[in-house]
């Protein structure tokens, strides 16, 4: 199926206008064989606090950045390569339910849908192109990942030492640790 939209004239034409989104600050994104699988709006979290970024799951790689005017404007592009990409889901932190981590060698981090059925969607999604895009190429996927960054809040402990967090043990992400 990917190979018959690959080359329709409304797929381009997608793939272009997302392009015009991002204006000059994003990258190409029309390529040959590359397919606009699927588009929304993802609650991505942030290191001072969750915010809705705009996402385009295509067939090799996954676009997102920050909505300025919805379906019309994004700015600060970010693309991750999908066959190096791996997701996991994520218990519920509060009022975000629906999440998964998202992981790769340039950047890991939890996002969250709407709905349950929308979570679904995205990871099968996703999960299908990856296999799809190892399969084509036949590599491995990349087993290297960046940390997800983890909430004050979600943080009882270092996570190397298991040493708690008191007044006395800050949280300063264990600098001494990576020594």
Not at 86 to 105: A, M, V, Y
Not at 129 to 136: A, E, N, R, S
Request: net charge positive; with cysteine; hydrophobic share 35%.
């Amino acid at each position: 199926m990917a190979e018959r939209l690959a080359n329709s004239e409304a797929n381009r034409k997608r793939i272009q206008y997302i392009e015009q989104c991002f204006g000059n600050s994003g990258e190409p994104l029309l390529v040959p064989g590359r397919v606009l699988v699927g588009e929304g709006v993802l609650t991505k979290l942030c290191r001072k606090k969750p915010k809705p970024r705009q996402f385009f799951l295509l067939n090799d790689v996954l676009v997102y950045g920050n909505v300025v005017i919805n379906k019309k404007k994004y700015n600060r592009q970010k693309i991750l390569h999908l066959e190096n990409v791996r997701i996991q889901s994520h218990h519920d932190i509060g009022e975000l339910k629906n999440g998964w981590q998202i992981f790769s060698p340039s950047k890991s981090f939890v996002v969250f849908a709407a709905t349950a059925t929308e979570k679904t969607e995205w990871m099968a999604h996703i999960n299908k192109c990856v296999q799809d895009l190892l399969t084509k190429s036949g590599k491995t996927p990349s087993l290297e990942t960046c940390p997800v960054w983890i909430p004050d809040s979600e943080a009882n402990a270092c996570m190397i030492c298991n040493t708690p967090f008191t007044i006395l043990n800050r949280r300063v992400r264990i600098s001494l640790n990576n020594i």
